[in-house]
T-cell receptor, first 115, second 112 residues
Framework: EADIYQTPRYLVIGTGKKITLECSQT?????MYWYQQDPGMELHLIHY???????EKGDLSSESTVSRIRTEHFPLTLESARPSHTSQYLC??????????????FGEGSRLTVL | KNEVEQSPQNLTAQEGEFITINCSYS?????LHWLQQHPGGGIVSLFM???GKKKHGRLIATINIQEKHSSLHITASHPRDSAVYIC??????????????FGKGTKLSVKP
C-alpha cells in the first residue's frame, strides 16, 4: 500500500478564495508530481519536483504554484480560485528515473469544486 | 493525435470472460505503465515494463517495443475488476525525461 496522502479529499469553495492542497509521502521519494484530471479525461501534469527546492512546470499550463521545502511535502496553492479550476488533483511520487524503474505511487486525489 | 492511444474506450464484459485492453504509442519510451483507477479516483500502479511480459495474479501485461504496442489481459474477470485502466509511457529523451504521457483510459465494467 502506497504511503502518500492528500488532504482535503473533497473541497467546495467560493470564487476568489485561496486554497492549498496538501500532499505528503513517507517513502523518501525524490520526485513528486501534481496531475489535474477532468471527468472522463486523461491526467495532465501541471507541476513536478526533483527534490528539495526544485519545482518545474508540467505540460499543462496552470495558475497554481507549488513548493518543495521538505522531501516529504509538496503542497499546491491556488491564490484565487475560479470555477475553471474545478477538477480532480492527484499527487504522485517516485524515485528518480535513473535510480529505479520509476514506478509511480498516487494519492487518493483532491476533488475541488469552485462555485 | 494523442501520443498514447488506448482501445477500446469502454468495455462491458460478463464475469469470467477474458479481457484485453490495447495501448499504442508514438514516442520513444523507457518504460510503459498500466494503472488502475477506481471510481473513487485513487490510482494504483499495476505494471511497469520495458520489454516482454509480466504477470501478477489474473493480470498479464505484454509489450512489443518494435511495434510500439502493449496489451493488458485480465483472465477470469470479476466485478471487482471494474475500473478505468490507464496506459502511460515514460519519455526517454528531453528535459522531461521520466515524466509520463497518459492515455485517456479504458472504462471496464464486469457484470455478474
Amino acid at each position: 500500500e502506497a504511503d502518500i496522502y492528500q488532504t482535503p479529499r473533497y473541497l467546495v469553495i467560493g470564487t476568489g478564495k485561496k486554497i492549498t492542497l496538501e500532499c505528503s509521502q513517507t517513502m523518501g521519494h525524490d520526485k513528486m508530481y501534481w496531475y489535474q484530471q477532468d471527468p472522463g479525461m486523461e491526467l495532465h501534469l501541471i507541476h513536478y519536483s526533483y527534490g528539495v527546492n526544485s519545482t518545474e512546470k508540467g505540460d499543462l499550463s496552470s495558475e497554481s504554484t507549488v513548493s518543495r521545502i521538505r522531501t516529504e511535502h509538496f503542497p499546491l496553492t491556488l491564490e484565487s480560485a475560479r470555477p475553471s479550476h474545478t477538477s480532480q488533483y492527484l499527487c504522485a511520487s517516485s524515485e528518480l528515473w535513473f535510480r529505479t524503474t520509476g514506478e509511480l505511487f498516487f494519492g487518493e486525489g483532491s476533488r475541488l469544486t469552485v462555485l | 493525435k494523442n501520443e498514447v492511444e488506448q482501445s477500446p474506450q469502454n468495455l462491458t464484459a460478463q464475469e469470467g470472460e477474458f479481457i484485453t485492453i490495447n495501448c499504442s504509442y508514438s514516442v520513444g519510451i523507457s518504460a510503459l505503465h498500466w494503472l488502475q483507477q477506481h471510481p473513487g479516483g485513487g490510482i494504483v500502479s499495476l505494471f511497469m515494463l520495458s520489454s516482454g511480459k509480466k504477470k501478477h495474479g489474473r493480470l498479464i501485461a505484454t509489450i512489443n517495443i518494435q511495434e510500439k504496442h502493449s496489451s493488458l489481459h485480465i483472465t477470469a474477470s470479476h466485478p471487482r475488476d471494474s475500473a478505468v485502466y490507464i496506459c502511460a509511457v515514460s519519455r526517454n529523451y528531453g528535459g522531461s525525461q521520466g515524466n509520463l504521457i497518459f492515455g485517456k483510459g479504458t472504462k471496464l465494467s464486469v457484470k455478474p
